[in-house]
Every structure is written in C-alpha cells, then in structure tokens.
C-alpha cells in the first residue's frame, strides 16, 4: 500500500548531492535536500531529472574510427617498416619504397577494418544490454532500467545487487555492501541509516551504498544522490580512462621487432663507420648502410601477421564469435585452463519451478504458499517485481496462481534477509487469525540443519534431486507465539515443511563443447555456488 507522504515539489533545487555530505545529514535532511519523500519520484518528475542529469552511466561504448586506426601503429615492426619505406625513398629504390608501403597500408588496413566492424557489432550488442532495479515512483515498486535512474529516486537493494548509484540508506536490515571496488577492502563494509560525522572519508561512509559495491548480506533501501559520472565511481572511472592491456602475442612481437631494430641500427652503424674508415665516400657509405637496413628488414611479417589473423577473426564470426582486438585470437589457441561460469553459460539460464515435495516427499502445495510468504521479491497486485530468480520462478509458476488470496490473507511483521553465511531467508508472519509463524526457506543443508527430526524418505526425495541436477530450495517453520521482532538467533528448533524444486536445463549444446574442449587438451573448471 502507498505510504501517506506529501508528494515532492515538482522542481527540485538541486540535481544531485554529493554523497560525503548526504552521508552527514539524517533521513529527513537528506529527503529534503533531494526534494523527494519515502514514496519516491512520480514517472513525470523521474523524466524531467533525466532530461537535467543525463542518463545513469559513466560512459557509453562508440565505435570510432581514428583510435581504432591509430591503434594499429603501436608495433615497432610498423614503425622499423615506415622508416625503412622512407629511406628506400630517399636512396633512390622508389620502387621498393612503394612495395612497402603498400605492404604497410595492407597491414594496416586489414587490421583496421576488421577491429572497426567488430566494435561496430560491440556497440550494437552494448546497446541491447540492460540492467535493471526495483525503485518507488509515486509509492509503487517498479522495475527500471538503471540508466533511467536520477538522484531522488528510492531504490531497493538486495543480496546480490550491484549497487547502481551513490545512496543515503533509509533503512537497512542486517546490510553489508563489498567496495573494494572503490576502497580495496575485501572484507564487507557493516551499513546503517545512522548519519556520519561531517568530512567521513568515502570509505568510512556506513550511512551510504556506493555506486559499483555489491550488496554481500542483508537488504535495505536508500535514496539516489548522484548518478553517472557525479557519482564515486564514475569520478574514478572518468580519471583512470581506458587502456587496453598487452597480450603475451603482442609482447612477444614487439620484443622480435626491437631486436630488428637494434640489429639495423648496429650495422647501419658499424657499416657506414667501416667505410668512413676505409676512405670510402660518405654519401656511397650512407647509402650501403641504409640498403642493409632495408634488406634486413622482413616487410612481410605485418602482412602475413595481420592476413593470418583477419583470417581467423572471419572464421570465428561465421561461428557468431566477436573479435573486438585481431590479437586476442592468438591468446585464445593458448588457452590451458578455461574458467566457466554455469548459469547461463553452460545452462539456459531460465530458471523455473517443476514442483514442491511435502515433508515425506510427497507432491504438496503447502510449501509454495510458505514459500511465497518467505520470500524477498517485491510484490505488487500478486504480481512480483523484482526479487532473485529463484523468488521470481515461484511467483510465476501456475502453483503460485492458486495461493495468492492465501498469502495476500497474511500479514509479513518481520524479515531476516537471505545472506551467504546462513544461506536462508526467514519472515515473521501474521494469519487472519492472529497466529504468528516464523518461515524459515533456504539451502537445503542449512534448513535442515536447524530442524529436528527428518524423515529419511524426505532425505532420499532430495538426495534424488539433486542427483538429476536439479536446484532445490528446503522450507521449515515453528509456532512464533508473541513473537515482535525476529533474528537470526530465532531461526532453531524449525519443522521441516518440503522441498521446492527449480530446474535451469542445460545447454543442448554443452555436452559436445566439454568434450571438444577435454580433446584439446584444456582443462575446464566451472565456477558455481551451487550444491556438488
């Protein structure tokens, strides 16, 4: 239900507020100061603030021709070659002069194109990307594009968020935010709606989420005081700029293009010396070096380095693989190790409920309504939001249709949200009745851990799923009696209620990728938090 607050002012002071100082004032100063209330921005004030602030991000990717071209000029081997075509000029061998060049614009050009048309692909691809958050507009949860947020938009954080922008916590349950990002600390940073003492470095700022840290526990929510490049970590990434690191390919080249260069230059040195010496003309003597210099020199290799390469960057595209930098593909065929991801990559991606087990392992409907009231997505109408994708599956399962009015009958007094040390989440709620119960729905492991008695068929039930891969999700309970707040400390002596049962499939062609990779030789290790 939409909080009873006054709606902001349609024109705001300011457009943004940096975040040291929003992390000094309360709640109330910082709601005032970014004219904005606990019931967020309507949509028509959200797109005016756009139109002043600019869209939510540091930089956009763009094609552009110039760097692209210039940066195929780094190679010493190209510069020995350019200085190689200009003497063979000046010597009087025009035609060599003209070969080289050629040979030089070929390089080049291959090269070039080839590295514009796959950032070409990049920004269209880049263009097609969007990450998305939960904010309040005019008191309702809405799902928005993180580039469409402005400073005075409410946003929810979850476990898992990246966080989108520079925030004021207004509320906070059990938050701690990973910001090594910005501060190079690895442990998580506690966070608190308490306000900070005025001029708290960046790091220290407990009563803010930064832009670019990770939600790591708990949940909270908070308001938007800078965006894009105002914010931290845009002023960072805007100081830093982009430099795109050496492969172990190019390395090597530029160290076999030195060492021509340093063998020309020693015996252009030391022949035009001897001849000196010898009383020979000085101009013949300049112009025998300089030919020896331009015999050395391979004008091919470029030609044949880019050639080859543009070779492979057409063959991986007709197997729909972009090449950004034409380097890169000699890094690739000296892949050892290959590290994956699973979800999405070796999977789907597309989570869905299959079906939920009772206590004995049993079909039963009972643990989709507990799970549906133990649940962190943000439901609006019985229709979620935002959540996690396990919680997002569950809503939009045709089980969850049918337990709807059951849930939106309860009354949810408390949360204790889901974080990876605990690996659970667990409410406080209220029935019609009046009855309090604490649902507690999580890691199998964890769940059951803190439950009495399991039926050994609910264990087989769960060790069968997983044996067929599938992502399960345990739910328990226990009597709250007057129960007020809840904790961490409360989740104990929990009934076991059922199992929930996901699946994410995998890939058709994943199984043929694996072994095409174990006959290369490439050792393939997949990165996932899921069960064994």
């Known amino acids: 239900m939409p909080s009873r607050h006054a709606s902001p002012p349609a024109s705001p002071p300011i457009a943004s507020v940096d975040i040291v100082s929003a992390a000094a004032m309360s709640v109330p100063q910082a709601l005032s100061h970014l004219a904005t209330t606990a019931d967020g921005l309507s949509a028509a004030e959200a797109s005016r603030r756009l139109s002043v602030a600019g869209p939510n991000a540091v930089r956009s990717h763009r094609a552009q021709f110039v760097p692209v071209l210039l940066r195929q000029f780094r190679s010493p081997l190209l510069v020995l070659l350019a200085v190689t075509a200009v ?46 958050c939960v904010v309040r507009r005019a008191g309702h949860p809405v799902s928005v594009d993180v580039t469409t947020l402005v400073p005075g938009d409410i946003v929810d954080l979850r476990l898992g968020d990246v966080v989108p922008a520079d925030i004021r916590l207004l509320s906070a349950s059990g938050l701690e935010c990973n910001e090594a990002v910005l501060t190079g600390e690895s442990a998580p940073a506690e966070k608190t709606t308490e306000p900070v003492p005025q001029g708290t470095e960046v790091a220290d700022l407990r009563s803010a989420a930064l832009m670019g840290a990770v939600v790591s526990a708990g949940g909270g929510q908070g308001v938007i005081t800078a965006t894009g490049a105002s914010a931290q970590f845009g002023k960072v990434a805007l100081g830093l700029g982009e430099r795109q690191a050496e492969t172990a390919f190019q390395v090597g080249l530029r160290r076999f293009s030195l060492l021509l260069v340093q063998v020309a230059a020693v015996l252009t040195a030391a022949i035009f010396v001897i001849n000196v010496l010898l009383h020979r003309p000085v101009l ?62 070796l ?114 039930a769960l060790r069968s799923e997983f044996a067929v891969g599938n992502r399960v999700v345990a739910v328990a309970t ?55």
Not at 509 to 523: E, T
């Open 478 to 532: 226990r009597a709250a009696g007057d129960m007020q707040a809840l904790a961490a400390a409360d989740e104990r002596d929990l009934a076991f209620r059922g199992l929930l049962v996901f699946l994410d499939p995998p890939k058709a062609s994943a199984a043929a990728a694996l072994r095409r990779l174990h006959d290369l030789g490439i050792d393939v290790k997949v990165i996932s938090g899921d069960n064994p």
């Open 87 to 132: 003497a063979s000029y000046f010597v009087g061998e025009r035609s060599d002069a003209l070969i080289i060049g050629l040979i030089l614009a070929v390089s080049v050009g291959l090269g070039c194109v080839n590295e514009y048309r796959a950032e070409k692909t990049a920004e269209a691809l880049h263009s097609r990307m969007q990450h998305r």
């Open 347 to 460: 999977t789907e991606g597309q989570i869905s409920f299959m079906r939920s087990l009772g206590a004995h392992g049993e079909p039963d409907a009972d643990p989709v309504r507990l799970g549906l009231l133990c649940s962190e997505a943000e439901v609006e109408a019985g229709t979620a939001v935002g959540g996690n994708p396990l919680d997002m599956a569950l809503w939009e399962s045709p089980a969850a249709a049918a337990q709807v009015a059951s849930v939106a009958a309860c009354r949810r007094l408390a949360t204790v949200p889901f974080d990876h040390e605990r690996r659970l989440v667990s409410v406080l709620v209220e029935d019609q009745a009046g009855e309090r119960t604490v649902i507690s729905k999580g890691a199998p492991e964890a769940i059951l851990a803190r439950c009495g008695a399991v039926p050994e068929d609910a264990q087989a």
């Open 284 to 345: 013949d003597a300049l112009l025998f070096s300089l030919a020896i210099a331009v015999g050395i020199s391979p004008q091919l290799l470029p030609a044949v380095v880019s050639t080859s390469l543009a070779a492979g960057s057409q063959q991986l595209a007709r197997q729909k693989v972009l090449v950004k930098r034409l380097v890169c593909i000699e890094d690739l065929g000296d892949v050892d190790v290959l590290l994956t991801d699973k979800t999405g990559t």
